[in-house]
């Protein structure tokens, strides 16, 4: 049971100048159906060849933090509260937790690995399609 790199998200203070500005360079382009536009706290890119995404996102601190890259994990086999609870057993720590942000089933939890690093666990694919199907 593993999970992969959603997207790379990097914290910033302005999601869609910074995205706007690295499509060109890397040759990115806006997810289909939703464009970027100003005053979008997220911005996502995608390489058009690979697939990989970029996730621009506003923080509100007025210092941006020394770690302002970060993995989004997606679980590929299990649940997101199943890998939640099976990271924990792990030895990841717990940040945050924004389960239900958005609505039931909505949301993330934020960990550290052993060295402090942060990483997202967001809903695998599937409980995505579930949430999208009416």
């Known amino acids: 049971m593993t999970s992969y790199i959603s997207h790379t998200t990097i914290d910033c203070r302005n999601a869609y100048e910074l995205s706007e500005w690295w499509k060109p360079v890397l040759g990115y382009v806006d997810i289909e159906g939703d464009p970027n536009a100003p005053g979008h706290e997220e911005?996502?890119?995608?390489?058009?060849?690979?697939?990989?995404?970029?996730?621009?996102?506003?923080?509100?601190?007025?210092?941006?933090?020394?770690?302002?890259?970060?993995?989004?994990?997606?679980p590929r086999e299990r649940a997101r509260d199943e890998e939640v609870e099976w990271?924990?057993?792990?030895?990841?720590?717990q940040v945050a937790d924004h389960r239900g942000k958005?609505?039931?089933?909505?949301?993330?939890?934020?960990?550290?690995d052993p060295e402090g690093n942060q990483f997202c666990v967001l809903r695998s694919e599937g409980e995505v399609a579930a949430a999208d199907t009416p």
């Not at 996502?44 to 990989?52: E, K």
């Not at 958005?102 to 550290?112: D, E, M």
């Open 87 to 93: 990271l924990l057993t792990y030895g990841a720590t």
């Open 102 to 112: 958005y609505g039931p089933g909505s949301g993330w939890v934020i960990f550290a």
């Open 43 to 74: 911005c996502m890119i995608r390489d058009p060849a690979t697939g990989h995404q970029l996730l621009f996102i506003e923080v509100p601190d007025q210092e941006l933090p020394a770690k302002r890259i970060h993995f989004d994990l997606r």
